[in-house]
C-alpha cells in the first residue's frame, strides 16, 4: 500500500515551501502536489525529483475550489487504489483586500468556495485514508482571531478554518489523527497581489516562509493544533482575546487600508 502527502496550493509560496520540506524531511512514498498552474508545478516537481534522484513527487494539475473541485479530486484518489495517506496540507486559498461594497461579490463567494469549501470537502474525503499518525494541516491565518476592516470575508473564512482545524482535531484525537491550523501573518508571498487585484505587489513586511513552515510541521507531528511561528504573531493573537469584535474590525477599517484596485464584476 503506497503512503502519500498530498499538497494542495503548492505551485508558489508557503505551499512550494511545504513541498520542498516535505521532500526534504519525511519519507513517502509519493508527494502528491496539486495546483492549477501546470509549468509552475511540474518544474518544481522536475527540480525536486532531480534533486533528490528519484520520482516520489507527482504533480496534480487540477482545481480542486468548490464541491466540483472536490470531487474531481475524490475520483482521482478513488483511482489510485489502496492508498493511505499520510499526511494532507489544505494549503490551497486566496484573499481579497479592500472594503467590502468595493469588491468583487463572484470573487468573494469564489474565495469562500476555496478556502472554507474545499478545506471542508477535503478532509472529508481524505478521512477514510487516514490512519493513526496521520497529519491534517490547514492553513488559516492570524486575520482569524478577529474580524477585521478592509478583508471582512477573508478573515471570516480564515476564522472558519481555525474552528473547524480545532474541532476536527478533538474529534480525531481518540483516532491517533493529528490536524493543526497554520495561522500565519505576514509572509512573503504572492498574496498581496492577488489579494489587492494588482495595487500591492508584495506583502508588506512579509517574513520568509521557511521558518513559518519548519515550525508548523514540527508542531502538527507532535499533535499541536495551532502554529504561530513568530512571538509578535502569538501576541496578536494573545491580546486579541481582550478586544472587542466590532471594535477590532472598525479600527482595522478606519486605520488600515489596504490598498486594492476595486472590481465589483
Known amino acids: 500500500m503506497k503512503r502519500i502527502a498530498i499538497i494542495t496550493g503548492a505551485s508558489s509560496g508557503i505551499g512550494e515551501e511545504f513541498t ?16 492549477r498552474r501546470t509549468e509552475k508545478l511540474e518544474a518544481l516537481a522536475a527540480s525536486l525529483n532531480a534533486e533528490k534522484n528519484f520520482n516520489c513527487v507527482r504533480p496534480v494539475s487540477m482545481d480542486v475550489a468548490g464541491k466540483e473541485g472536490v470531487a474531481r479530486l475524490k475520483a482521482f484518489i478513488e483511482a489510485e487504489g489502496e492508498i493511505e495517506i499520510g499526511l494532507l496540507i489544505n494549503n490551497a486559498g ?14 468573494q463567494m469564489d474565495m469562500i468556495e476555496l478556502n472554507c469549501t474545499t478545506v471542508t470537502g477535503i478532509c472529508g474525503i481524505a478521512l477514510p485514508y487516514l ?19 478592509n478583508f471582512a470575508v477573508y478573515g471570516a473564512t480564515k476564522a472558519y478554518v481555525l474552528s473547524f482545524s480545532v474541532a476536527l482535531a478533538a474529534e480525531l484525537h481518540d483516532k491517533g ?18 489579494a489587492s487585484n494588482g495595487a500591492r505587489k508584495e506583502v508588506k513586511g512579509g517574513f520568509p516562509p ?31 482575546r481582550f478586544i472587542g469584535r466590532y471594535l477590532g474590525a472598525r479600527f482595522t477599517y478606519k486605520y488600515s487600508p489596504r490598498p486594492h484596485n476595486p472590481d465589483l464584476q
Do not use: H, M
Not at 520542498?20 to 509519493?30: G, I, L, P
Not at 497554520?182 to 512573503?188: F, I, Q, R
Open 177 to 194: 489523527i493529528k490536524v493543526c491550523a497554520l495561522c500565519p501573518g505576514s509572509v512573503s508571498t504572492e498574496f498581496a497581489n492577488v
Open 210 to 240: 521557511q521558518k513559518v513552515v519548519a515550525q508548523c510541521l514540527r508542531r502538527a507531528f507532535k499533535g499541536k493544533t495551532v502554529a504561530l511561528y513568530r512571538p509578535k504573531w502569538r501576541i496578536n493573537a494573545f491580546l486579541s
Open 131 to 149: 490512519k493513526a499518525g496521520s497529519v491534517i494541516i490547514n492553513t488559516a491565518s492570524l486575520a482569524a482571531f478577529l474580524p477585521l476592516g
Open 20 to 35: 520542498r520540506q516535505v521532500c526534504e524531511k519525511y519519507s513517502y512514498d509519493e508527494i502528491w502536489i496539486i495546483a
Open 94 to 107: 486566496f484573499g481579497t483586500y479592500g472594503p467590502f461594497e468595493e469588491t468583487s461579490i463572484n470573487r
